[in-house]
C-alpha cells in the first residue's frame, strides 16, 4: 500500500505478515507511540478492539 494513514495520535500504524492471530496483525501502539502502556497509550490492536 502506498497510502497507509496515520493513527489517531498522526504515529504510523504497525504491521507484521505473518501475524500473532492470523494472516496479519495490524495495531496502534497509542497516544504515547510506545509499546505498551495504559489508558489513552494502550496500544490497540484488530484482534483487542471493542474488548
Same mark, same amino acid.
Given at each position: 500500500? +502506498? /497510502?497507509?494513514? #496515520? %493513527?489517531?495520535? +498522526? /504515529?504510523?500504524? #504497525?504491521?507484521? !505478515?505473518? @501475524?500473532?492471530? @492470523? =494472516?496479519?496483525?495490524?495495531?496502534?501502539? $497509542?497516544?504515547? $507511540? #510506545?509499546? &505498551? &502502556?495504559?489508558?489513552?497509550? =494502550? %496500544?490497540?490492536?484488530?484482534? +483487542?478492539?471493542? !474488548?
Amino acid at each position: 500500500m +502506498n /497510502n497507509i494513514p #496515520q %493513527d489517531p495520535w +498522526n /504515529n504510523d500504524f #504497525q504491521y507484521v !505478515s505473518p @501475524g500473532t492471530e @492470523g =494472516a496479519y496483525d495490524l495495531y496502534s501502539y $497509542g497516544s504515547d $507511540g #510506545q509499546e &505498551g &502502556g495504559d489508558g489513552d497509550a =494502550a %496500544d490497540i490492536s484488530i484482534w +483487542n478492539i471493542g !474488548s
